[in-house]
């Protein structure tokens, strides 16, 4: 530990992360460093690659759906890869990949701090995950088939099927824990180790994202670990609890299973919310619009968010009452994201505009998520939604708010914040062509589910009627426009860290928060000394901030 | 906070945030039964007659000397604190493995009591308990969950809590930094909260 | 040496510990009493605020809440609300079910 601290003290301040000779050398370096910035690359190198495989599965379950019958596999299998593409694609993509990537590497910085509370637990986080997310894969592989019961594992179809659920259910236990984890660091982090001057409403806005995230995380990833881990023990050792044969009421499988994933959604959109908040301001060059309805609308997303869990089981003979009550308090909670909509569309108008990739993802992300979030209206109105469940219309809401919203989040802030991370930049104008190839292909993959939802066609079925699939293939050439666009966008910023252009000012976009004022790429120690704050963090006036005086020993 | 405060945190150990840590960390085992006391009060509600037939069948004797068990292992584990607090390390270190030893107490008696389910067939998956009426059965599936996943955390508790005594005897537990062993002592505390709810809800049904 | 200071403005005293042990036993012994006599559906309610009065005699004794942060009580505030609410909500459907 203490000669730990002696090297710190020796080249810390100087030292970028990425070439710091700590204890360790080599690939052992970063596998068992606790500097937050290194770990933020391994959750990258982790989250970019599970999305790889998710992104391929995806592209299978579309050309198996591009004739009304068996097109490449059978029906076994296709139950099995959309459930493996949901399960990877939630819990292990967009669950963790803005908070455990962006938070890790740039939360304490935007603190003005120089590591999180809890330097090795947030090690552990990773590994966890990794654990969590290679069980996943070897359900694939192993004999006995992937769990075919769709990412949400009703009971009690999960109790009795056959495949590997025992592996699946663990790993999505484990990857909770991590997330728990993640989320009491980040917490403890951001109460106890602002900079000097930085109050409450001096952090940035990603900031306040990710602490609305947090307590989310820690909160309700509890309920989902222990339902699952019900489900577990009900298999193993045939204790009643959800099986209807042993009294259980499978609908409180439900109520529990939702009490998590509705409010994971919102882990999943506000810390993306938090990247578009910082991006559109430094690309319109204006202090952002009504920064503390934006900072308040995401603890009352957290709050809302966490009481709406029912409107996933409208068509499941519950309550009128409870009908009643959930329905209600979904288009409450429409309120909050819809004020930070509002406020991201304020601060644009009159703006100076610099359409550069970052910001055309983070427009491209208001207009996606608008049309998800509008969609979840719809939904959320009893009468409606009782046509519309289960069938493709959820399947594009699904993915119009969670990859249009998160997903395009994350690409924003890749574009935004690698060359930070890396000290080079990509190649602008690919990126730019690579968006727009994604953004056609996210369209014209997803907006014809809202059609066939409309016309009936239900979700997670192998076969469907021959009346469909003239969507059906519009969607399935869309999906490879999109793995196209995504391939141009990922081989265009992996080419970038090896032969970008080198970056040395500090300050790429002109931005006004913390991250801007170390130097590019950071050094292990973030900050030569810690930093005072006096402004907030949009204040397009002058640069007024100042690094202070000597820290107190 | 004055920037003196601030940077004196940066530098040196900060004992709040360690404890806010830990007590994040409580929450999420609180809610961890939380989404189990959920369950219980639904079930319970949906099949009232059956649980209380079912629980007349625990022993309410042992509940409640394990209940006073578990009382008595949070007060030594209070006072090992406030020894410690007050430099006496011997002290300290007795009630450690004192409250350690009330914890072994506590798993025999579980280990009688479920052994005596067991030989009368109530255990998971046996044929005379899969004949009860539903209510009864979910009664026992929730019993053995709860407890046993409260079991499971008493054994961590205890294993912890002898981590501690370790670090004492070593002196990296001090009289002016102690807050690892007041983390252990949070979590054990609430491992005792747990099972204050525990007991009356299986045992004193009427 | 400052942060010793503040380590023993909070020692807490070994009698106050036994006290709040005897309540909490004679709590225990309370409610096993109590558990004879057939209050009905108000049986659960008193247990339940027995056990809520010794969580809390644990909470703020035991686990130094009373003299431990306001950010500290405020996360305690949250948690309960949390389950309370969702409680109720849960309870918006199983009381009014008709499965
Ligand atoms: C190239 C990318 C993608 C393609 C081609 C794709 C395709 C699909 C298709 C066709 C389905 C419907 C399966 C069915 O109901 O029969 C589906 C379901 C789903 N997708 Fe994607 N998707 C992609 C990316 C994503 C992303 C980024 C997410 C992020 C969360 C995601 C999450 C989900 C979820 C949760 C489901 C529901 C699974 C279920 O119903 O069990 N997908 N996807
Ligand atoms: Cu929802």
């Given amino acids: ?553 | 906070m004055t920037t003196q405060e601030h940077a004196v945190e940066q530098v040196h150990r900060d004992d709040i945030r360690s404890k806010m840590g830990m007590w994040l960390f409580l929450f999420s085992e609180l809610l961890l039964f939380g989404g189990l006391f959920f369950m219980y009060s639904v079930y319970r509600f949906m099949h009232q007659q059956d649980f209380s037939i079912a629980s007349k069948e625990m022993n309410t004797f042992l509940g409640t000397l394990n209940t006073v068990i578990l009382l008595t292992s949070s007060l030594t584990m209070a006072l090992s604190i406030a020894a410690i607090q007050r430099g006496k390390k011997a002290l300290s270190i007795f009630l450690q493995i004192v409250t350690i030893l009330f914890g072994l107490a506590f798993m025999v008696n579980k280990v009688i009591e479920w052994s005596h389910e067991f030989a009368e067939g109530n255990f998971p998956g046996s044929a005379s308990l899969a004949n009860r009426p539903p209510g009864q059965i979910l009664y026992f599936g929730l019993y053995y969950s709860m407890v046993g996943l409260h079991g499971l955390h008493v054994l961590v508790g205890m294993t912890v809590i002898g981590f501690m005594t370790v670090f004492t005897i070593r002196g990296k537990i001090t009289q002016d930094n102690y807050v690892k062993l007041e983390a252990a002592g949070l979590y054990w505390h609430l491992v005792d909260i747990i099972w204050i709810f525990l007991f009356p809800l299986f045992y004193l049904i009427t | 040496m400052e942060e010793a200071k503040e380590h023993s403005k909070h020692a807490h005293g070994y009698g106050i510990y036994v006290l709040v042990w005897l309540a909490l036993v004679t709590l225990t012994g309370l409610t096993a009493a109590v558990a004879g006599i057939n209050f009905g559906k108000l049986s659960i309610v008193v247990a339940i605020i027995i056990a809520v009065i010794k969580s809390y005699l644990v909470l703020t004794e035991f686990m130094h809440l009373k003299t431990e942060q306001r950010t500290f009580k405020a996360f305690i505030f949250v948690a309960l609300f949390f389950i309370i609410i969702s409680l109720a909500l849960l309870f918006s459907d199983y009381s009014f079910y008709v499965r």
Avoid: C
């Avoid at chain 1, 957290?302 to 009452?321: I, K, N």
């Avoid at chain 1, 959820?394 to 989040?409: D, N, P």
């Avoid at chain 1, 080419?495 to 928060?513: D, H």
């Fill in chain 1, 1 to 553: 530990m203490a000669s730990e601290t002696l090297t710190l003290h020796n080249n810390g301040h100087e030292v970028s992360y990425l070439d710091y000779q700590g204890k360790h050398k080599g690939l052992l370096g970063w596998l068992l460093s606790t500097d937050h910035k290194r770990i933020g690359i391994l959750y990258m190198i982790g989250v970019l690659s599970f999305f790889a495989v998710g992104v391929t599965l995806g592209f299978l379950i579309r050309l198996e759906l591009l004739t009304p019958q068996g097109t490449i596999v059978g029906p076994q299998a296709y139950n099995e890869f959309f459930t493996v593409h949901g399960i990877i694609m939630i819990f292990i993509v967009v669950i963790p990949v803005i908070p455990a990537v962006f938070g890790n590497f740039f939360l304490p910085i935007m603190l003005g701090a120089k590591d999180v509370a809890f330097p090795r637990i947030n090690l552990l986080t990773w590994y966890l995950y990794i654990i969590g997310g290679v069980l996943i894969l070897l359900s694939l592989v192993l004999p006995g088939g992937a769990a075919d019961t769709g990412w949400t594992f009703y009971v009690p179809y999960s109790v009795r099927t056959g495949t590997n659920m025992i592996f699946t259910l663990t790993a999505v236990f484990i990857i909770g824990f991590s997330s728990i984890l993640t989320g009491l660091n980040f917490l403890t982090t951001i109460h106890r180790m602002r900079a000097p001057g930085m109050d409450w409403f001096k952090m940035p806005l990603f900031a306040w994202s990710l602490y609305a995230t947090s307590w989310i995380q820690v909160i309700v990833t509890p309920i989902v670990g222990i339902t699952l881990l019900m489900v577990i023990v009900e298999r193993v050792f045939h204790v009643g609890i959800f099986d209807p044969t042993l009294g259980g009421d499978p609908l409180l499988f439900q109520h529990m299973f939702w009490m998590y994933s509705h409010p994971a959604v919102y882990i999943i959109i506000v810390p993306a919310m938090g990247v578009i908040s910082e991006i559109i301001p430094v690309f319109s060059q204006r202090t952002i619009f009504g920064y503390k309805f934006i900072a308040y609308s995401s603890l009352g997303i957290a709050v809302f968010g966490s009481l709406v869990w029912a409107h996933h089981m409208f068509a499941t003979g519950m309550s009128d009452t409870a009908e009643f009550v959930f329905s209600l308090l979904t288009f409450l909670v429409a309120i909050p994201s819809a004020i930070k909509v509002f406020n991201w569309t304020a601060t644009l108008y009159k703006g100076s505009i610099k359409l550069e990739a970052p910001m055309l993802y983070a427009l491209a992300f208001i207009f996606l998520f608008s049309i998800g979030g509008l969609t979840g209206i719809i939904q959320g109105a009893l009468n409606v939604d009782l046509y519309l469940t289960d069938t493709y219309f959820i399947v594009g809401h699904i993915h119009y708010v969670v990859f249009g919203g998160t997903g395009f989040g994350l690409f924003a802030a890749l574009h935004y914040w690698l060359p930070k991370m890396f000290g080079r930049m990509y190649n602008k104008k690919v990126a730019k062509v690579a968006f727009w190839i994604v953004f056609i292909g996210f369209n014209v993959l997803y907006f014809p589910f809202f059609i066939l939802g409309w016309m009936g066609m239900p979700r997670r079925s192998y076969h469907y009627l021959p009346q469909f699939q003239l969507y059906h293939v519009i969607a399935t050439v869309g999906s490879w426009i999109l793995v196209l666009g995504l391939l141009i966008m990922m081989v265009n910023l992996l080419v970038s860290l090896i032969k970008g252009k080198k970056i040395t000012e500090n300050n790429i976009w002109g931005g006004e928060t913390l991250e801007w004022k170390v130097s590019t790429p950071p050094t292990v120690e973030n900050f030569e000394e810690i930093p005072e704050v006096f402004d907030g963090p949009y204040e397009y006036k002058q640069n007024e901030y100042a690094s202070m005086e000597e820290e107190v020993k």
